[in-house]
């Protein structure tokens, strides 16, 4: 049997109709920028996350900058992130002057440990941006009250994590800001690269339209030094297509990683480990083997695809030499590149697929 590491075909086949109908739609409308296909997804995707204001953008990236720049976040300033994340938490705090400052996460979730945030935090510190990494909330309260602490922004990274929830309130509505990404393989997707971003302020919120439309407010009067990066039309109205949907796609990821959770008992594989009161919406299913590269052959050569999230630490990228962080420096970060392997996770694997992955890991011997 061939399990992908990610399929789309399933949930193409099942919402074709509605996907082609908006297609026509916007085709049929000859309008492919800020029209009503963006303004309706962005009301519809403001209320799913419980705020008051989403404003679409380019991709996920730019939606974290631009809320970033929207705070007045620029050069001289510094933005603790997660050690372990993608590249992007720490290219928006890049892209916008600042310096990002990394912290460790928690071994077992694979987010930011809110135990270790406060001893980075300097007289330059402007924001905290926690990252709902592989769809698991943060631990928000500890974080929300080290900034409120502070006085410094919150701004929260939910690129893997829609509809995720703490305490029963959505991810992305515990901060100034947050960025969402609606890349293909996201739990909603685009059919191209997409994003936005949320927040309850209603004067973020024009800042960051304004700054992600040239920094014009209006037709060629231009108030901020901005960029271009819009939502268009057609993403939009495949993005509307697919919300509907989206509870009833996270529903079944959280029943394949219930099937993951109660049926490897491998003792060389790790588990990830879910805090109390959160749902998460498992973007990504990630264990950890000590013999990581050997557990990734062994499921390959059956036929299983993987992925490995990330296998270099971002403070041992090239891109962020300049900053003279170490190896060894980040040790926690460094263990996760080392052995951190995902197993297939996607709306549409079959009882047989899911099982078969299972007995493989399981099967798995050092």
Request: charged share 20%.
């Amino acid at each position: 049997m061939n399990v992908p590491f990610v399929s789309f075909r399933p949930l193409e086949k099942e919402l074709k109709n509605e996907l082609t109908a908006a297609f026509d739609r916007v085709f049929a409308n000859s309008w492919y920028i800020e029209g009503t296909e963006d303004a309706a997804f962005e009301r519809n995707f403001a209320k799913f996350c419980h705020v008051n204001h989403c404003i679409g953008t380019g991709n996920g990236l730019d939606a974290l900058m631009l809320a970033l720049k929207a705070l007045d976040i620029g050069e001289g300033d510094e933005v603790i992130v997660p050690s372990n994340t993608f590249i992007a938490t720490a290219l928006a705090v890049t892209y916008t002057g600042a310096t990002p400052v990394f912290v460790e996460p928690d071994i077992r979730t694979f987010n930011i440990d809110p135990q270790k945030i406060e001893e980075k935090i300097t007289a330059k510190t402007k924001a905290i941006m926690p990252v709902h990494l592989y769809g698991q909330p943060c631990d928000m309260a500890p974080i929300t009250e080290i900034a409120r602490r502070h006085q410094l922004y919150t701004v929260e990274d939910c690129a893997q994590a829609h509809g995720a929830t703490y305490k029963g309130q959505c991810v992305g509505s515990f901060g100034d800001a947050a960025g969402f990404s609606f890349y293909p393989g996201k739990n909603l997707g685009a059919l191209g690269d997409a994003g936005a971003a949320v927040t309850n302020d209603e004067v973020l919120a024009k800042k960051i339209r304004a700054l992600g439309n040239y920094g014009s407010d209006y037709k060629y009067h231009h108030i901020y030094q901005g960029s271009n990066s819009r939502l268009d039309e057609m993403q939009a109205a495949f993005l509307s297509a697919k919300l509907p949907h989206l509870d009833k796609m996270n529903a079944e990821r959280r029943r394949i990683a219930q099937c993951y959770l109660d049926g490897i008992r491998n003792e060389n594989v790790i588990l990830p480990y879910v805090i109390p009161e959160v749902e998460p919406v498992w973007h990504i299913f990630a264990v950890r083997c000590p013999r990581r590269d050997a557990l990734e052959k062994y499921l390959n050569e059956k036929g299983i695809g993987t992925n490995k999230h990330y296998p270099i630490p971002m403070h041992l990228q090239k891109c962020y030499a300049g900053l003279g962080i170490p190896q060894g420096a980040l040790p926690i970060a460094e263990e996760i590149s080392a052995t951190e392997l995902s197993l297939p996770m996607y709306y549409g694997m079959t009882n047989a697929e899911i099982a078969y992955v299972i007995d493989a890991v399981n099967s798995f011997e050092v």
